[in-house]
């Protein structure tokens, strides 16, 4: 390779690690304001009605726009079983088992909770890529852990028998995601927006059945039941997702997984400015920890 195209090629992977790192961001932000908003919902609608509400709409809405801008929807046979796999893994678990967790848990002890997810990418990558961690790595998720650590410590969160099942969920919920994260890295043989409405779709019909068949039907809802609904649908089950697999496809597993080590923080500073939840200094001092982490991981890009 010439030296002009040494250099076209690295202003290219610098410009797609850009993209990717915007990407996370965005991820991040929109799943992190979701949990305060998913609160409120829960105050008018049952878990899984409204999780599977929301992202069988938005399927079909990336399903709809898809085919308006000429994509194929088509879904090669050879494909459906890691289709299926990935949409449970990618949804079904992730966004299913921590809404269902918040039958036993608060929105903020899920959150933390379900945000061991980096710790479990990085145990899965070392056999299955061989990313064995490196002292920056370590380093960054010791700093990341730290940070939810202190946060779990400033909310006084107690997991005890009687929320065991609610953690076992959100346990679930991250290990399954982080396998996802790294075995799936590679994107599905399909148009990039029809792969997101395909995995959100099958992820969540099954959520939608189950709330329609076994939960309550929700009361009327209100102004602002209808934005949250309006919110959930369009931004963590559409925008963000979108997102979180355009990173997958320009960053390394460990990074993205580290990067949502953001989004409890997020979370909790969302809740406080919209619900009135007290902040404090630890809360502070566990959002320097976590941005510190979160600072390390993305320089090692």
Do not use: H
Not at 140 to 152: E, K, P, Q
Request: with cysteine; proline share 6%; charged share 10%.
């Amino acid at each position: 390779m010439t030296a002009t195209g040494s250099r076209s090629f690295a202003r290219l992977a610098a410009s797609q690690r850009a993209i990717g790192v915007v990407c996370l961001v965005i991820t991040s932000v929109g799943w992190g304001v979701n949990w305060p908003v998913m609160k409120m919902l829960l105050q008018e609608w049952p878990p899984l009605l409204a999780r599977g509400s929301a992202g069988v709409l938005a399927a079909i809405g990336m399903g709809a726009l898809a085919l308006a801008r000429g994509e194929s929807i088509a879904v090669p046979a050879a494909v459906v079983p890691r289709l299926l796999a990935a949409a449970f893994v990618n949804v079904f678990a992730w966004m299913g088992f921590s809404t269902l967790s918040l039958l036993w848990l608060q929105a903020g002890e899920a959150a933390l909770l379900v945000y061991t997810m980096p710790i479990w990418a990085m145990l899965f990558a070392w056999p299955m890529l061989g990313a064995r961690p490196d002292a920056a790595g370590v380093a960054a998720l010791a700093l990341g852990f730290a940070g939810i650590a202190v946060l779990l410590g400033s909310q006084g969160v107690e997991v005890g028998v009687q929320k065991m099942p609610g953690a076992l969920l959100t346990l679930m919920a991250a290990v399954l995601f982080a396998f996802g994260t790294v075995v799936w890295r590679t994107p599905l043989p399909l148009a990039a927006l029809s792969s997101v409405a395909w995995q959100v779709g099958l992820g969540c019909l099954p959520m939608l059945m189950y709330g329609i068949a076994f939960e309550p039907t929700p009361r009327a809802s209100s102004a602002a039941g209808w934005l949250a609904m309006a919110y959930m649908t369009i931004v963590p089950m559409g925008v963000c997702y979108l997102t979180w697999f355009a990173a997958l496809r320009r960053l390394p597993p460990q990074t993205a997984s580290m990067s949502t080590l953001l989004v409890p923080v997020v979370g909790v500073l969302a809740a406080a400015f919209t619900l009135g939840e007290p902040l404090g200094t630890l809360k502070w001092i566990a959002l320097a920890l976590t941005l510190g982490g979160v600072a390390i991981a993305l320089r090692r890009t």
